[in-house]
């Protein structure tokens, strides 16, 4: 592991943890937080178009049950919206606990 910033080890002494347990703990939260961000993200476009997926959206767009513009726009960002997500889901694993 790589030097050690100053502040995770005062921090880390500060709360009786490990510095390693620290900077897990921590980063499973960082991804958590992510996670909730990016659904929550997700969930607005849901409301908005009312379907589940972007793919929903963009069948709805191809077929003129909704209006293309902004509606592509949002398909994009949506559809990295769902690969982002499936990225950290996959990562959060990896974490592992202390």
Do not use: C, N
Not at 19 to 35: D, F, H, N, P, T
Not at 64 to 69: L, T, V
Not at 73 to 81: A, F, K, N, Q
Request: charged share 30%; net charge negative; no cysteine.
């Amino acid at each position: 592991m790589d030097a050690i910033p100053t502040t995770v080890a005062r921090v880390a002494k500060e709360l009786s943890l490990p510095v390693e347990g620290l900077m897990q703990r921590s980063l499973k939260a960082y991804l958590k937080q992510e996670i909730r961000a990016v659904q929550m993200d997700m969930t607005d476009f849901q409301d908005r178009y009312g379907v589940a997926k972007a793919t929903e959206l963009r069948e709805r767009i191809k077929q003129g049950k909704i209006y293309s513009h902004p509606a592509w726009e949002d398909v994009i960002e949506w559809e990295t919206l769902e690969a982002h997500l499936a990225h950290l889901q996959e990562l959060l694993p990896e974490v592992r606990d202390v």
